[in-house]
Each structure stands twice: as structure tokens, then as C-alpha cells.
């Protein structure tokens, strides 16, 4: 039995998929690995309030084309250690786990795919650490210059981030979310995807994540650390190539901010979803899965 609890979730239908956890800077992630470690390496990053398993369904999709593939509870999420404190939770913390991620692969460069937060962190990655981030995947979640503009600037998209104000309230929002089966969370989820995306069982998976000893906190303190630990990586330019990938009915972001965010990047591509909600990833995964191929293949 691990210190860090018992599996939430079983492991994709891979037989060579495993878990292991990983000393990664200061703290233990717990990552799901699988394919052929001489492969080429890919590095997928769930968003809020997901885990590892947002991304099963890609994982033996990218190991049949040939990579490598890990999929960590990113920090505070799961199975990962949970830090207290905002400073633990700035951007260059949280993408620098991904580099110190890599290297413990014994590599130097990976492609690097996310989505929702880990799209923020991806984007950081690729800003902050060019040389480690081979190709970029990104799955709705804005350029953050283009994010931090259109907060300040457009009331439609402010509207759509009212939970991210809340969120800076103490203890409150926490209380919250754990309420009646931590109802607040999960028709979040239901409400903003299309119907059936997310089942009964899905939910069970990611209520057991969220009831981890200090989870709800450390999740929180991602956003409450965005607004009070900022974090700026050191350029805005991305050197990458870059795919990114949007479903225009994201009950959270505007659309507009995906085609402006691919003028940010060096060699970018930007393909709608006009049926697609923030929730891609579930909604379209054979979709998803093949362009993600596609670019990481070059």
C-alpha cells in the first residue's frame, strides 16, 4: 500500500501501462506510464478538477503510434503530494514539475500535451523552458498573455470567470464543493459538456480524487495562487510547433481567444470543434487522439 492512498481509478487498457511515483523536485507526483521507455516521450496534463484519468482514453491511441507516455496527478491533484501554501502552486513551480518530469526519463525533451490547467501549464512549459518542450498540444485553454488581456478588457469573458474570483475567497469555496456529493463540482462537469459525457462511474473515479486528505484546498490554491503569487514566464513568443485544439461551446472561455492565441506562436495551428464544449477531450477522444498523432509525428 503506498503512502499516498489506493488507486482511484484503474489503469488504461495497455498492458504496458503502470504506475510508479516519481520525486519530482520537491515533491512525489504519482504518474501513469506506459509504452516503450526508447520511444519518443509525450507528457499528458489533466486540467481542473480532474486527475490522471481524464486522458485513458488517449493513452493506448499514443502508445500504438509509437511514444511514450506519462501522465502525472500533477501537484495537489490525486495521489500527488499536496503541498500547503500559495507559493507552491506558482506557474514556474508547476511547470518546472514537468521539466524535472522529463528528466526523470533520464531525457531532455518531450512533446508536451495539455488541457484546461494543464494547457496553462503546458503553455508555461513551452515559455518558460523552451529547450525541453519538443511540440505542443493544447486543448482550450487561451496563450496567457492573450488570457490576461481578454479578463481585463472583454465583460463577456470576466462573466465566464466569475469561479475564478470566488475561488479566492478562504475556506468557502472549499465547503462548497464538497457539499452533497460535491454536487457544485460535478455539475460543473455535467452541465458544461455535451449529454453523457461524463458516467456515474466517471464520477465515483473523481469524487474519490477530490476526497483525498487536502485535495479541494491544493486544487484551489492553483487558482488563488494565478491572482496572488503571479508568475510571468520570461517571453511570449513560443518556439514550439503547436497545435491547439478548441470547442467553441466552452461554457468558461471564449472562442475568440483561440485564434489569437495561435498568433503567438512561432509555427501554430488552431483546429475548432464547433459542436465541442471545454470538455474535448471526453467528448471527441478518437478526434483528439488522431490530430494529437498527427502533429507529435510531424
Not at 501513469?32 to 507528457?43: E, I, Q, S, Y
Not at 464538497?178 to 461524463?198: D, I, K
Amino acid at each position: 500500500m503506498s503512502p499516498h492512498g489506493s488507486p482511484n481509478a484503474p489503469l488504461p487498457d495497455v498492458p504496458s501501462a503502470e504506475r510508479a511515483f516519481r520525486e519530482v523536485g520537491d515533491v512525489t507526483l504519482h504518474v501513469v506510464a506506459a509504452g516503450d521507455p526508447a520511444d519518443p516521450l509525450v507528457v499528458l496534463l489533466h486540467g481542473f478538477p480532474e486527475f490522471w484519468y481524464e486522458w485513458r482514453a488517449h493513452v493506448e491511441h499514443l502508445v500504438d503510434a509509437g511514444y511514450r507516455v506519462l501522465v502525472p496527478d500533477q501537484r495537489g491533484y490525486n495521489r500527488s503530494d499536496k503541498p500547503s501554501g500559495l507559493d507552491a502552486y506558482r506557474m514556474g513551480r508547476l511547470s518546472a514539475d514537468v521539466v524535472d518530469l522529463v528528466e526523470s526519463e533520464e531525457r531532455e525533451t518531450a512533446h508536451v500535451v495539455g488541457h484546461d490547467w494543464g494547457a496553462a501549464v503546458a503553455w508555461d512549459a513551452a515559455l518558460r523552458h523552451p529547450g525541453t518542450v519538443d511540440r505542443l498540444g493544447i486543448i482550450n485553454v487561451p496563450h496567457p498573455t492573450v488570457f490576461e488581456r481578454f479578463l481585463k478588457t472583454k465583460p463577456r469573458q470576466m462573466a465566464k470567470s466569475w469561479y475564478m474570483f470566488y475561488f479566492q475567497l478562504p475556506k468557502l469555496p472549499e465547503w462548497n464543493a464538497s457539499r452533497n456529493g460535491y454536487e457544485f463540482v460535478t455539475s460543473a462537469m455535467r452541465e458544461g459538456a455535451r449529454p453523457g459525457t461524463f458516467s456515474e462511474t466517471d464520477f465515483e473515479r473523481y469524487r474519490a480524487a477530490w476526497a483525498e486528505e487536502g485535495a479541494l484546498t491544493a486544487m484551489i490554491d492553483w487558482y488563488r495562487a494565478l491572482f496572488r503569487r503571479r508568475d510571468d514566464p520570461p517571453r511570449e513568443r513560443v518556439a514550439a510547433p503547436t497545435l491547439v485544439l478548441w470547442g467553441e461551446n466552452d461554457q468558461a472561455l471564449v472562442p475568440e481567444m483561440a485564434s489569437e492565441s495561435v498568433t503567438y506562436c512561432e509555427d501554430g495551428r488552431l483546429e475548432r470543434f464547433p459542436e465541442a464544449t471545454h470538455w474535448l477531450p471526453h467528448e471527441e477522444p478518437d478526434r483528439v487522439s488522431d490530430l494529437l498523432v498527427e502533429h507529435l509525428d510531424g
